[in-house]
């Protein structure tokens, strides 16, 4: 399942690339992109994951920057 996500707060392409990198480390997640230019976090992960990986994904986030903020779109 591919989820997408609005990702508000990011300060520079670098900062989207860490992120994403820190994101892809989370085993239940297939793939993980993030177009800092479009303000989108896109992820694909099998479904019965979806509570696991979205704690995951928002502990990361706020950990690596703590500005961000996402919502589902």
């Not at 230019?37 to 990361?60: N, S």
Request: net charge negative; charged share 40%.
């Amino acid at each position: 399942m591919k989820k997408t996500f609005k990702i508000k707060g990011l300060d520079c392409a670098n900062c989207a690339t860490q992120l994403e990198n820190a994101l892809q480390k989370i085993e239940e997640i297939k793939s993980v992109s993030i177009s800092f230019m479009m303000e989108r976090l896109v992820i694909e992960y099998e479904e019965e994951q979806k509570d696991i990986i979205l704690k995951k994904l928002k502990k990361i986030i706020r950990k690596e920057e703590p500005d961000v903020t996402i919502e589902e779109i």
